[in-house]
């Protein structure tokens, strides 16, 4: 039979759930998608938190359920991984809600379009006249009045 | 004593009842913030003003020390904790009318209350976690008040600022678990006690890693401060002001925690020294090559910092010093530099004769950028030759290198402020609109104290001198939280 | 160019965490803080959860922080969001078993939610749990009916004053007992419903202000036009 | 340390996590990657309680697979993102053209 710690195979998860969703982060171009990827960096680090307190002889740190003097998990590390989860949804709300009229703005989620829009309005907002195309464009885009069109192939990960 | 959790606490309580309120009544509504705040700071300033300096804890909850949370309240943490609500009520949103809806300003201003709170909560908490919610309270409080002028480009800001934060966030708690697996502990002094034993390997250095680059995303840090000019572009002058002053320096203190109470070693405040360098670089040089006053300011509020760090870096009480020195001086002239650019948002080209339509904010100006770039009789002198003369003393490569960064920042530095300068005081004929009396006044109470802290350059540098060496004081430290009976015969004889 | 810098990125901080998990040593906590709380927060607070007392005694600044940083989130967001236009259509009606399932799902979640809340402090659960649970109650209406949608005065009086409660009782121990958030009242004996002193108060007053938090912030989004495909 | 049958179903569910997790990232379709987040959300609450913290598991399940679910798929009616079909494979399907043209210009 194959030896399979426990322990590990939950470690090798919470990184699992770490790295894949800075992935997300740093190579997705669509922003929604920026922000499931940091749904599960959270809860990748939520599961690493509860590691960091979890001893495997325990039982749950509540009071007369378990048998009489047994051991019990560390309830710290609980308590931090309750707070941030909620921390968590909080921001991700927020997040959405600003997403939601940022599309209204600008029918697109492409964080390279978006720059790319914000460049050139922020162009606009502080001169009166709009940027010369001699102009050195910031990320090779040409900053034309017309807003870029959307830009074929999303690129995913 | 046990009142310093009131500054913390009220803001709260009176954001969480202002918008009931609003619709009650609107003058209370409007009255409410000011009053809290300056209670507030009324408490605080009582306590710096005690003839006891002593640093003392307050136990919340009244669990003793490693089991519940603990304020943490020397010197240094009430400088801070001070200069929260005095800089909130400085770019407090005064104006009644701008607003038709009562409801809108209650939930800026219970927006600008949280913000203070947790601002002034992360200046005195002794606890990692505790620290952690203050800074992700600052965090949302924040992104509110940035996106507040509802523009498009705000809200693309946002979005970016927002996700970078969150990001950073998790990096932090990254550390935070990694230290409570090696330690069990969440008290920094109880870490501190810890760290000679527990932490010193790879692990914990990693922790310091994971922590310098998550608490670095508010303190404008190097590898994570692409959302500053995004941000300070689009946000309110006032909001942005704030932002760079106040909000970075109280970043920047939960690093010094860190690294005085648990990381003192040469490992981690070098990798503080060479992320201060890259950041000064990155700044200054992106400032001098922008095309607007507000980001111009931005840019260069990242270079300061990196100053900062390189300042905090050096160990021991002058370190402290020269870094305190820095970040307060920086607090007052960004500050005041935001609140000029209220109307100066405009680009560069455009805000050439400025100094005819605004003579009083142009001169103001011109102070501020001496001070910056460091000309003697003004305080921005002495913090430069502080830090200048801490990195020789120490003398290391690395040191010679941040030292010789400085140097040459300031040349830069001095390059960009006068081109402004000059275009300020060049004849055009389209000058930009004068100044408001409200926008003004932030940035000339900021050139009184700037002036009054130079002519009285002794009395302020003898009390930061000891600010700097109380709170350098690792033993003093863990000794006040755990007044066990050893530590207080050891610091019986230092004295 | 940019692919393989944030390639390089991740792969980096994937190596950096196995290298560092190989050093820590998972499953066999420090438990410094940990078990000192376990052996006296019978004792100290009263709580037959331990996670309740930690959560709501120990760290109870944490979670008044943490309140408020919902509380932030929801403001900025009502703030993002602004008002809905009078004209712009809400939308459609639900069908007939959406909205009876949401008149029979109202009141069940109502008594689940304040039951989970009631009993923080002696079974799993507690402020945030029903609180949660509570805000599912409410937003299940407006998904039935969301023409009629959430009275928003309604919520933000609840959150304000629960919000309000949480800190007044914390100031009521600052002053009675000199320390902010100390828990009072008799502990009463472990396991009853009422017993632990202020804590049953206290996830009452979390489970209201996160409910009305997050209600809000879900109708307030929900309540924005659509963009129709 | 035999393995026990703890054991195997902690595998068997951080498998299915991680896939999920790969999913929400790859997958085309923006109902489907929330739907694999929420997933990811009902494993990770398993976790916990064979971590023994029941509490967190609670609130993982309530919060993050139920409010964070549902404030998501909100988030997407609101972006018009609220479709099953998968359109021939080209990136921006998901907003049809017609929209896309007189948005982008306003």
């Known amino acids: 039979m ?3 710690n426990f322990v590990t195979v939950l470690y090798v998860g919470a990184i699992g759930l770490l790295v894949i969703g800075a992935v997300g982060l740093v190579m997705c171009n669509n922003v929604f998608r920026m922000v499931l990827a940091l749904v599960l960096a959270e809860a990748g680090v939520n599961l690493l938190l509860i590691l960091a307190g979890y001893r495997g002889d325990a039982a749950a740190p509540i009071l007369g359920f378990g048998p009489e003097g047994a051991q019990m998990v560390d309830p710290v590390p609980q308590v931090l991984v309750l707070t941030a989860i909620v921390i968590g949804v909080g921001v991700q709300a927020l997040a959405v809600a600003v997403l939601v009229r940022v599309f209204h703005a600008y029918g697109t989620l492409d964080m390279r379009e978006l720059k790319a829009h914000f460049e050139f309005e922020l162009a606009a907002e502080k001169t009166t006249e709009p940027p010369r195309s001699t102009e050195e464009p910031a990320g090779g885009r040409p900053l034309s009045p017309v807003p870029p069109r959307p830009h074929p192939g999303e690129a995913r990960s | 004593m046990t009142n310093v959790i009131l500054p913390v606490v009220l803001p709260l309580l009176a954001a969480f009842l202002l918008q009931p309120l609003a619709r009650l009544s609107g003058v209370v509504a409007r009255l409410l913030g000011p009053l809290v705040l300056l209670v507030g700071l009324v ?22 020390p490693p089991l519940g949370i603990v304020f943490y309240v020397d010197q240094l943490a009430l400088i801070f904790a001070i200069a929260v609500p005095l800089f909130t009520l400085l770019f407090w949103n005064w104006s009644a009318d701008a607003y038709e809806d009562s409801q809108e300003k209650a939930r800026q201003d219970a927006l600008m209350l949280l913000l203070a709170a947790s601002a002034t909560g992360l200046a005195l908490s002794g606890d990692l976690f505790n620290i952690y919610v203050f800074y992700e309270l600052m965090a949302v409080a924040s992104f509110g008040l940035v996106v507040l002028r509802g523009t498009g480009p705000a809200q693309i800001a946002t979005v970016r600022y927002l996700l970078l934060s969150a990001f950073g966030s998790v990096l932090a708690l990254v550390g935070i678990a990694i230290l409570y697996t090696q330690t069990g502990t969440l008290n920094l002094a109880q ?88 950041t000064i670089l990155f700044g200054e040089f992106a400032a001098w090559r922008s095309k607007d006053f507000p980001r111009m300011i931005g840019f260069s509020s990242i270079g300061q910092l990196g100053i900062v760090f390189i300042g905090f870096s050096i160990p021991g009480p002058w370190g402290m010093l020269a870094g305190l020195a820095v970040a307060l001086h920086h607090l007052l002239i960004k500050s005041a530099l935001f609140g000029l650019a209220n109307r100066w948002s405009g680009s ?39 830090v200048l003369t801490g990195l020789a003393q120490e003398g290391s490569g690395l040191h010679l290198m941040a030292l010789g960064a400085i140097l040459l920042i300031t040349a830069i530095e001095a390059n960009y402020l006068f081109r402004f300068a000059t275009k300020l005081f060049s004849t055009s004929d389209r000058p930009p609109a004068s100044h408001g009396l409200m926008d003004i006044g932030a940035a000339v109470l900021i050139g009184i104290a700037l002036v009054a802290v130079t002519i009285q350059i002794d009395p302020v540098g003898d009390r930061l001198r000891a600010v700097a060496r109380q709170a350098a004081d690792r033993e003093a430290y863990i000794s006040t939280v755990f007044p066990a009976e050893p530590t207080i015969a050891a610091r019986e004889d230092r004295r | 160019m940019r692919n393989l810098a944030a390639i390089l990125f991740t792969g980096g901080l994937g190596f950096l965490l196995l290298v560092i998990a190989s050093q820590l040593d998972f499953g066999h906590p420090p438990m410094v803080v940990g078990q000192e709380i376990l052996d006296v927060a019978g004792d100290q607070v009263g709580a037959a959860n331990i996670v309740t007392s930690v959560l709501l005694a120990y760290r109870g600044i944490d979670t008044l922080g943490e309140l408020s940083i919902l509380f932030a989130a929801a403001t900025a967001a009502g703030l993002v969001l602004g008002h809905r236009h009078g004209d712009a259509p809400s939308d459609p009606e639900g069908g007939f078993i959406l909205r009876a399932g949401a008149d029979l799902l109202f009141p069940l979640l109502l008594v689940v939610g304040f039951y989970i809340i009631l009993h923080g402090h002696l079974t799993p659960g507690g402020g945030f749990q029903g609180g949660v649970i509570l805000a599912a109650a409410f937003f299940v209406g407006v998904l039935g009916r969301p023409a009629k949608g959430l009275n928003h005065d309604v919520i933000s009086v609840i959150e304000g004053l629960a919000g309000a409660a949480f800190i007044g009782i914390g100031l009521w121990a600052l002053f009675l007992e000199g320390e902010f958030l100390k828990p009072m009242l008799d502990k009463g004996t472990l396991g009853d419903l009422i017993s632990a002193g202020t804590l049953p108060l206290l996830s009452l007053a979390l489970g209201l202000k996160v409910g009305s938090e997050l209600a809000g912030l879900m109708t307030s989004l929900s309540d924005t036009e659509a963009r129709e495909p | 340390m035999g393995a026990n049958v703890v054991d195997w179903m902690a595998l068997l569910i951080v498998v299915i996590v991680l896939a999920s997790a790969v999913a929400v990232l790859t997958v085309r379709n923006m109902v489907g990657a ?68 007189d948005d982008t210009d306003a």
């Open chain 2, 348 to 386: 560069l080209e455009s805000l050439a004769g400025g100094a005819r339509s605004a003579p009083i904010a142009a001169g103001l100006f011109v102070l501020f950028a001496l001070s910056l770039i460091g000309v003697p009789p003004l305080p921005g002198f002495w913090t430069k030759i502080l």
């Open chain 2, 43 to 64: 408490l605080l300033l009582r306590l710096w003003f005690a003839p006891d300096t002593e640093p003392f804890t307050v136990a919340l909850g009244g669990f003793a």
């Open chain 2, 191 to 278: 870490l501190g006690q810890l760290a000679p034993t527990s932490l010193h390997g790879p692990a914990g250095l990693a922790a310091f890693g994971f922590m310098l680059v998550g608490f670095g995303v508010k303190a404008e840090l190097f590898p994570v401060n692409t959302w500053v000019p995004e941000v300070y572009a689009t946000a309110p002058a006032r909001i942005a002001g704030l932002l760079a002053g106040l909000v970075s320096k109280l970043a920047v203190l939960v690093v010094v925690r860190l690294l005085v109470v648990v990381y003192q070693d040469t490992a981690a405040s070098q990798l503080l020294l060479v992320l201060g360098t890259l």
């Open chain 4, 34 to 101: 929330v739907a694999a987040s929420s997933v990811v959300s009902l494993g990770v609450s398993v976790l916990f309680v064979l971590l023994h913290a029941p509490d967190v598991a609670m609130t993982e399940a309530a919060v993050g697979a139920g409010l964070s679910g549902v404030v998501l798929a909100v988030g997407l009616r609101k972006l018009g993102l609220w479709r099953l079909e998968d359109d021939k494979g080209t990136a921006h399907a998901l907003v049809p053209t017609s929209q896309r043209e």
């Open chain 1, 2 to 4: 194959i030896d399979l």
